[in-house]
């Protein structure tokens, strides 16, 4: 390729031609390297590539580069509305595309009703019909994630049930988060009692929905996924019992997710699981393997005047007796009241523990989860994202972070501290991977960090040294 560059201002102008190996023209390269090299571009590049050339629009459009492309499909439709929505997934590049969001694309009408309470209306025909047919064209598409949250499903079911239930049972992972808040939850029954071993679908959100008019046989099939979200739908008593009675004996879901609003009773409109036996709700939660519930996410006021919780005590009594979590989320809870040798135990007999700020756990509990840490546990991984732990003993965070294999300290420590932690890691210590975050090694001996290193290096383990000024950082 010849390239020539004129340099002006000057009164006779000098040319530079460069050629052969030092300019490679890119458009002599093969396809499949083009390929390879447009897939490390971020999509903004990658379809400014399109614009370069033919050859370049040809390479930068093939369907595998776009599969991961987040289509704006809400903005798409709000803004130009549902037809240009169509075109933009009918266009060959968007044939592979694996993650579509639609939410919002088609949401059912509010307007008063009776005593100003807002009803559900029917959207115009043309649109319900364009909807159907951008679910038609999901359909045939190789999707692993679908996201029809905030839509109106109800009323695109009573037109076409058979086709929502097949759309919904062949993706695995589908949110259909307030799908229907105040409306028919019948799409619902539909597909779960046409759901069977050999359906694809195995993560489901019904966060926000009315579940309440479902048969508890149906709601128990819940059991049969992988993971579940609920937070914030609404059940009877009786359907919540049923599900717990189910996942206590034996379930299939490994991760459920109530998120920060509770599931809501139908009739108190209260948590559901508050209004069951504790001994059930901490049986069927700890035959899990990652639970997300936090009751008191906008809670205010001192955690010393809210009552003791006695669910909470006794899903971690449990839990510390025999468990098949491998991690909770459950921070915005009131562990105030729990005495901290059970909230010990309990944390303990993870496998991943996140230790951060919460106003609702007292020192007493952090530092009885440091010193059986040191001791006997079960964990392979502890974030620990304080502020500042310079109030607890060095001694006692040092014999307890070594015997975790993996700790991220996202946290401020002591000179002290970090120095203990590095003389701890010995040969009976456990830990293979440290990060000591921005708290700064070069004060620590040579020969001590030296030591850890080798020690955190021996068998695979994973640590480096980073030299920063005068600073010097323990990462991984």
Known sequence: MDMKITESGKSSPRVFSCKGP??????NFPSEVLQRIFSFLPYSDLFTSTLVCRMFRDNASVPVLWKRFPIPAMEISQDDGLDRL????QLPRFRKIQHLDLNRVFM???????????????????????????????????????NLSYNDLPSVFVSSPQFLSRLILKIPHVDLFATCRGASSDF????????????????????????????????????????????GAFMTMEQARALLVDMAKGSKIKKFDIGCEVIVDKDTYSDVFEN????????????????????LKDAKGDCCDFPPDLHLSR???????????????MEENNFFHVAPEVVAKAFNNLEHLEMKPNPYNTSAQIVATLELMAQKTRLKYVLFEYEDLSWLNPGLVAR?????????????????????????????????????GDNDVSKVPAHVRESAVKMLRREGGVVKLEQKGKKLYLKC
């Open 188 to 231: 619902i029954g539909h597909f779960l009692n046409s759901y069977t071993e050999a359906s694809a679908l195995h993560t489901l959100n019904l966060g926000g929905c009315d579940l309440d008019a479902l048969p508890t046989n149906l709601v128990t099939k819940l059991n049969y996924l992988t993971n579940v979200a609920l937070e």
């Open 108 to 146: 059912a009408i509010k307007k008063k009703g009776g005593k100003n309470r807002p009803v559900l209306a029917v959207q115009p025909p043309d649109d319900q019909s364009k909807f159907l047919e951008v679910l038609e064209i999901a359909s045939k598409l190789p999707l692993t994630w679908l």
């Open 400 to 436: 307890a972070v070594v015997q975790v294999e993996q700790v991220d300290m996202k946290c401020g420590l002591s000179r002290a501290h970090v120095n203990a932690i590095l003389r701890e890691i010995g040969a009976s210590s456990r830990i293979r991977r440290l990060n000591l």
């Open 22 to 27: 030092t300019m490679p023209n890119l458009t």
């Open 86 to 89: 169509l075109s933009v997934l």
């Open 276 to 295: 069951l036996d504790p001994e059930l709700v901490a049986t069927a939660l700890n035959n899990l393997e990652h639970v997300i519930y936090n009751k």
């Open 315 to 329: 899903f971690l009594q449990v839990m510390g007796r025999n468990t098949k979590l491998k991690e909770v989320e």
